[in-house]
């Protein structure tokens, strides 16, 4: 798989990474340990060098993730986060230095790994300056237990400000085919400050895969069922979205989800979406995308599809608002 380089640190990575989120949290029952284990390792025979997962995703979710790349750690980047109360996004954020320092040495042990390559903070912690937030990681790295320091779902203002006090290797957001929001401010900012971005949910939570119908029912702990934007009137709008995509993945030979990410990937050199999967064939497909190439009239036809289709529902709830956004 192709390689890319997050902003202007140094950090280079598979064009497209894998978001291991859903193996443990999300979307159903977790996933079986050994098959987790093996679908990581699937990812990285198809030249995946990029894996997130985060102290929030649960202890397992590190654990499988250290596992499954035990044999290949020098060969990989590993992301992981802190942020959050006891690692639960429940109680609330949590970034005191003492916080971060103690979430370190716990993701070390379970990564079994003597250094994390990129540890990015969750969310932004009202209550702690970013500055302090931004030190602490740079003694870690100082300390050789941190290689890079990333953001998540930050703002302008909060990435400016932690920028100057260590430099920030990449944001994580959502970006999608149907969440363009960072293209406002967030983008701009980034390629100023030579910052790289990394999409989560870069196939709208499932949705522009096209697997997802208005009758699609999902399991009671699949957080798609308290999603605005997952409602059955919401999906049936936007099931436009899906159609128009299906005319364009037919004409380039490729998938919809294929179409989705290969349009991120043209978007900027430095974006490196990181799609989750618990399925080898589903995985498969999406490192395809890196071999979809969208040319100029291609990227023509993807905008005048999205923007003929008004997509029906909020990202989150308002409650969710405060638990997830920046």
């Known amino acids: ?87 639960n996004v429940a109680d609330g954020r949590d970034s005191r230095p003492e916080r971060i320092r103690a979430v370190a040495e716990q993701s070390l042990q379970r990564l079994h790994t003597d250094h994390i390559d990129l540890f ?40 400016r400000r932690a920028h100057a006090a260590q430099p920030v290797s990449a944001l994580q957001s959502e970006y999608s085919l149907w969440w363009r929001e960072p293209e406002e401010t967030i983008l701009p900012t980034l390629e100023e400050l030579g910052i790289g971005f990394v999409p989560f949910s870069p196939l709208g939570k499932g949705f522009l895969t096209g697997a997802i119908s208005e009758d699609t029912t999902f399991q009671g702990n699949d957080v798609r069922n308290s999603l605005p934007r997952f409602e059955a009137e919401a999906r049936q709008a936007n099931l436009a979205l899906i159609e128009l995509l299906g005319e364009i993945a037919d004409a380039k030979d490729a998938s919809r989800a294929q179409i989705a990410l290969a349009w991120l990937l043209a978007q900027k050199p430095w974006i490196a979406p990181i799609p989750g999967t618990t399925k080898v064939h589903r995985l498969e497909e999406n490192v395809g995308a890196d071999r979809v190439e969208l040319t100029p009239d291609d990227l023509q036809r993807v905008e005048a599809a999205v923007a003929k289709v008004q997509i029906q529902g909020a990202r989150y709830t308002a409650q969710q608002q405060k638990t997830f956004k920046r």
Do not use: W
């Open 120 to 159: 990015y903070q969750h969310r932004v912690d009202p209550n702690v300056p970013i500055e302090d937030v931004a030190g602490t990681v740079r003694d870690l790295i100082q300390e050789g237990k941190v290689k890079y320091f990333g953001l998540s779902e930050a703002g302008e203002e909060v990435i």
């Open 1 to 87: 798989m192709k390689k890319r380089s997050l902003g202007n640190s140094g950090l280079e990575v598979s064009a497209l990474g894998l978001g291991c989120m859903g193996l443990t949290l999300g979307y159903g029952p977790a996933a079986d340990n050994d098959e987790a284990v093996k679908l990581i390792r699937a990812g990285v025979e198809l030249g995946v060098t990029f894996f997130d997962t985060a102290e929030a995703y649960g202890e397992a979710n590190e654990k499988m993730v250290g596992k499954a790349l035990a044999p290949v750690r020098d060969q990989v980047v590993i992301a992981t986060k802190f942020g959050f109360k006891n690692g």
